[in-house]
């Protein structure tokens, strides 16, 4: 299997899983990811409203991508903040960049990573989708971990980066001058190290600098992991 034919099987076997399971049910609170992995997962659920097997999913979504995807599929979206939402999720699903043994993840690779970790962070149950090419030993030395900033502290953040020892690019647009601008309205620095973080360790030292709105490190809700493999198999840890 091509790597996007494993990101479609990991989605739909997921999503199918959780709804078999009674994971996934008619009037739950779902969170939906960003990515062409949390995509067909996306789509795998618009298929499931369409033939009734679910109704009245309220979505909270985490980028424009996502919420075109809903718009267009006809998935009701909601703010965390609507009442009916009430700031809890009762499952969220979502890609990654990569995901280590203990299931720690780097996420950010689509710019995504601040209402994702807001959504993660506030789901009862937290389902991770990949191929296998992101199943990797430890963290930091090879995806690079994207932290969004406020850009006028772009010199500050950077200088406090690179005493934690992560070398910091800024993450420039593709057929746009300058950086990328996220979803809102700030900068990611893409960050390097020499050798393997500590991720629970490194997500706090990085939420503690003043400018940093979100690290793309994500250890506190610990995900379901949806594992797909070149030769069709898909694994759950
Ligand atoms: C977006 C994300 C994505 O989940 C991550 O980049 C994986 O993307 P893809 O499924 O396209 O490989 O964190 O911010």
């Given at each position: 299997m091509t790597q996007s034919e494993q990101k479609k099987l990991a989605a739909e076997t997921a999503v199918d899983a959780m709804i078999s399971e009674g994971?996934?049910?008619?009037?739950m609170k779902i969170g939906l990811g960003t990515g062409s992995t949390a995509m067909p997962a996306v789509h795998r659920l618009a298929e499931r409203i369409k033939d009734g097997t679910l109704k009245d999913i309220k979505a909270v979504v985490t980028s424009f991508q996502t919420s075109n995807a809903c718009q267009d599929l006809g998935i009701q979206v909601y703010s965390m903040n609507d009442r009916v939402i009430g700031g809890r999720l009762d499952l969220a699903v979502d890609g990654a960049d990569e995901a280590d043994a203990q299931n720690n993840l780097i996420k950010g690779g689509g710019a995504a990573l601040l209402r994702e970790k807001i959504v993660a962070y506030n789901s009862s149950l937290f389902v991770i989708v990949i191929d296998e090419s992101k199943d990797v030993k430890s963290l930091g030395t090879k995806f690079p971990v994207p932290v969004e900033i406020v850009g006028d502290a772009r010199v500050p953040v950077t200088a406090a980066l690179e005493r934690l020892g992560a070398e910091c690019t800024l993450r420039e647009g593709v057929r746009k001058c300058g950086p990328v601008i996220t979803d809102n309205g700030n900068q990611i620095l893409d960050c390097l190290w020499q050798n393997p973080v500590n991720p629970p360790e490194m997500e706090a030292k990085i939420a503690e600098i003043a400018g940093v709105v979100e690290v793309g490190l994500f250890t506190k809700n610990k995900p379901i992991i949806f594992v797909a493999h070149e030769d069709g198999s898909v694994l759950r840890r």
């Amino acid at each position: 299997m091509t790597q996007s034919e494993q990101k479609k099987l990991a989605a739909e076997t997921a999503v199918d899983a959780m709804i078999s399971e009674g994971k996934i049910f008619s009037g739950m609170k779902i969170g939906l990811g960003t990515g062409s992995t949390a995509m067909p997962a996306v789509h795998r659920l618009a298929e499931r409203i369409k033939d009734g097997t679910l109704k009245d999913i309220k979505a909270v979504v985490t980028s424009f991508q996502t919420s075109n995807a809903c718009q267009d599929l006809g998935i009701q979206v909601y703010s965390m903040n609507d009442r009916v939402i009430g700031g809890r999720l009762d499952l969220a699903v979502d890609g990654a960049d990569e995901a280590d043994a203990q299931n720690n993840l780097i996420k950010g690779g689509g710019a995504a990573l601040l209402r994702e970790k807001i959504v993660a962070y506030n789901s009862s149950l937290f389902v991770i989708v990949i191929d296998e090419s992101k199943d990797v030993k430890s963290l930091g030395t090879k995806f690079p971990v994207p932290v969004e900033i406020v850009g006028d502290a772009r010199v500050p953040v950077t200088a406090a980066l690179e005493r934690l020892g992560a070398e910091c690019t800024l993450r420039e647009g593709v057929r746009k001058c300058g950086p990328v601008i996220t979803d809102n309205g700030n900068q990611i620095l893409d960050c390097l190290w020499q050798n393997p973080v500590n991720p629970p360790e490194m997500e706090a030292k990085i939420a503690e600098i003043a400018g940093v709105v979100e690290v793309g490190l994500f250890t506190k809700n610990k995900p379901i992991i949806f594992v797909a493999h070149e030769d069709g198999s898909v694994l759950r840890r």
